[in-house]
């Protein structure tokens, strides 16, 4: 089939004898509660981006760090990367607790950023004061590469500044309950509000692959968030402070909240979807290819399941389902530890392609989805030479083209060769279509309603692919054998409305992970799925749901600090299933 030939020639190149196992089947992988259970992986954006900035030797400084005891100033650091220097700059201030939101909704912030090209001068931090701060509202150009805002966590914020101005660490019991200092709520990119487009960034920048100028970003925010308890201790505390230490700077993250703006990215982006899922997949089989393990590789497997069990013992959430989920994670990791490295007995990763074998077990053996999909992220680990190359082809060209001389008949057989998912859907069931998405007026954030009871049906999104399939699978199978025969151009110049979906199908037939294949109308459908999907290919841990709508996480936990990859010593990759220390 058309995924193992994609397996195949994407790893041949491998050495070893590594021959890749056939990819997974689709109908397996882009099902919702599956993709509700993704982890990140090495090829995760900001596992991307910290590889290169250890290899590159990225070198970060502060030369303005200009923030008082009221929490309100500036901070500008600066990037040298081989490509040219970039600036994060920061603006501070301290809003009220009624003004501190996660909604897109939100006019004020505690703190607002833009990353952008060179260092900037004085005519050029006016420019950004006046702007930055101000976000959608303001204006920016394409100098800047990514603008952002957020939050700080308020308690656990407070909470380190005081113990640290006092002399001492935090609490690892406060730390662990937040795991972050401060949460963006907006991270943008990719020319919104007129900041440069991802064309630009495709040549002679270091953020060709995709998210990376904006995982830049994020990576800086959580710097900045550390500097400041720590400046903000000394401001206080003078010389009975103390620093924040190393191994709690490298722990701490930067929190996010992610809400249903982020799905329609999912279905707006096939071909770039196609491409993150389908790299994962084909270095998942190119592990599977493994014919033998060495001691090393199981060593390094071995030390990152204990890692993965403690992992799964600190993540919290109140979220019922996610709890549930957590609670069967630990228990199966514990299972499968004890059974592949026993006391007594044979080794089970001694064998022939050890690691096709015990992807398989855990895919057949009654384990729940968490622990599948940990387990196929956490084979990647040990395999850098099969798996880190394939961050390149990560990006997508996101051209859907009508071929106009293609019969309709055609257009069937591709549809029930490829949306054979899609014809499971009753198209005048109404709990199919009991959702619709739409844009709200106000800041035109995307929203989910209940067909026939909210209002906003008539600026509908074309979400429900599957429905939509299904709708015009049926139109298409009415019309007589002479009308199938004409071409699907004289075909859309009578219904025209089928043109975007009709390119669609035709476009990704080839690209089988470019659909999420569920319907996404339908009354059961959780929007959350959607969104831990995305954030895992970012990197993001510790997911915590407050909703089927949203969900709360943490990016760059575990991620080394800057003066760690000029230091020979520390492995800068090693943040899978990121853990807190066991003492301050």
């Not at 502060?62 to 040219?84: L, S």
């Not at 020319?191 to 904006?214: C, E, I, M, S, V």
């Not at 026939?452 to 979400?463: L, S, T």
Request: hydrophobic share 45%; charged share 25%.
């Amino acid at each position: 089939m058309a995924t193992h030939a994609e397996g195949t020639k994407s790893g041949s190149h491998r050495g070893g004898g590594v021959t890749p196992a056939p990819l997974r089947d689709p109908d397996t992988v882009m099902r919702l509660p599956r993709l509700g259970a993704m982890h990140p992986s090495r090829l995760s954006f900001l596992r991307n981006l910290i590889r290169r900035m250890g290899r590159e030797q990225w070198r970060i400084g502060c030369p303005r760090f200009d923030v008082g005891t009221d929490e309100c100033g500036e901070a500008v650091y600066t990037v040298d990367t081989p490509q040219g220097r970039y600036s994060f700059v920061v603006f501070a201030q301290l809003i009220p607790e009624a003004a501190r939101t996660d909604r897109v909704i939100a006019e004020r912030w505690d703190y607002t950023f833009a990353l952008t090209e060179g260092e900037p001068d004085a005519a050029h931090m006016a420019r950004l004061r006046a702007n930055v701060p101000r976000q959608e509202a303001g204006r920016v150009t394409s100098r800047e590469l990514v603008l952002a805002r957020g939050n700080k966590s308020v308690r656990l914020f407070d909470h380190m500044v005081a113990q640290l101005a006092a002399g001492r660490q935090p609490a690892i019991a406060e730390v662990t309950e937040v795991g972050y200092l401060m949460r963006t709520t907006a991270v943008y990119g990719n020319g919104k509000f007129g900041l440069a487009d991802y064309a630009r960034l495709r040549d002679g920048t270091p953020f060709h692959r995709p998210f990376a100028a904006q995982m830049l970003a994020v990576y800086l925010a959580r710097l900045f968030s550390l500097d400041l308890v720590d400046h903000l201790a000394w401001r206080h505390g003078g010389s009975a402070a103390t620093r924040l230490s190393a191994p709690l700077r490298r722990a701490v993250g930067v929190g996010n909240a992610t809400g249903l703006g982020m799905a329609p990215f999912i279905v707006s982006h096939p071909e770039l979807m196609h491409a993150w899922v389908n790299a994962r997949e084909t270095a998942i089989a190119r592990v599977k290819g493994v014919p033998r393990a060495q001691r090393p590789r199981v060593r390094h497997f071995r030390a990152l399941l204990e890692r993965a069990i403690a992992h799964a013992d600190q993540w919290w959430t109140a979220d019922a389902a996610q709890h549930a989920a957590i609670c069967a994670l630990r228990r199966e990791l514990r299972e499968i530890a004890g059974s592949l490295f026993p006391a007594r007995g044979a080794d089970p990763l001694a064998g022939a392609y050890p690691w096709r074998a015990f992807a398989e077990r855990v895919m057949r053996g009654g384990f729940s989805l968490e622990t599948q999909e940990l387990m196929h992220s956490l084979i990647l680990e040990p395999y850098p030479d099969l798996a880190d190359d394939l961050a390149d082809t990560m990006a997508a060209d996101e051209t859907a083209r009508v071929h106009a001389a293609e019969p309709l008949r055609a257009v069937i057989a591709r549809i029930e060769s490829g949306y054979a998912w899609a014809l499971r859907i009753d198209p005048d069931d109404p709990a199919e279509a009991h959702y619709f998405w739409y844009r709200a007026v106000e800041k035109e954030e995307p929203r989910l309603g209940t067909r026939h009871g909210d209002p906003g049906a008539a600026r509908e999104m074309p979400i429900g692919v599957g429905h939509a399939v299904a709708r015009l699978h049926r139109e298409l199978a009415a019309l007589s054998a002479a009308e199938l025969a004409r071409p699907v151009g004289e075909f859309l110049m009578h219904r025209p409305e089928h043109r975007a979906l009709i390119a669609r199908i035709q476009t990704l037939s080839a690209k089988p992970y470019a659909e999420v294949r569920d319907n996404l109308l339908h009354r059961d459908m959780r929007p959350v799925d959607l969104l831990r999907f995305k954030l895992a290919f970012f990197g993001a841990v510790r997911f915590d749901p407050k909703s089927d709508r949203w969900t709360r996480i943490t990016l760059f936990s575990g991620a080394p600090l800057p003066a760690d990859f000029a230091d020979p010593r520390i492995d800068c990759d090693d943040s899978f299933a990121p853990t807190w220390p066991a003492t301050p």
